[in-house]
């Protein structure tokens, strides 16, 4: 399923991902923000679950900012993981 996540408070404006049915990331693109980060986690979470990314990434800050991108990632996965939830129940 393909999924779209605005962060908030740090420099990227759009997170777009697809997750399969396992849960498992198929891809992950980044817009705006620092594209070699950006494009480098995005491969690196090709292939892992969503509640091990949310483990790895959750908390991570950035500078003197309260969040980061990989931070933002992890409240996108969050989210994700909850719709898939709620759907799972219906």
């Known amino acids: 399923m393909k999924y779209q996540y ?3 408070g740090v420099c990227s404006t759009l997170f777009h991902v697809e997750v399969n049915d396992e ?8 817009e705006n923000g620092c594209n070699g980060n950006s494009n480098g986690i995005g491969r690196l979470l090709v292939g892992m679950h969503i509640d091990e990314i949310i483990s790895k990434l959750d908390g991570v800050k950035c500078g ?3 969040t980061s991108c ?3 990632m992890a409240k996108m996965f969050a989210g994700i993981r909850e719709d898939r939830a709620k759907k799972q129940s219906d």
């Open 6 to 8: 605005a962060p908030v």
């Open 23 to 30: 849960g498992l990331v198929e891809k992950l693109s980044v």
């Open 64 to 66: 003197r900012k309260k």
């Open 70 to 72: 990989p931070d933002q």
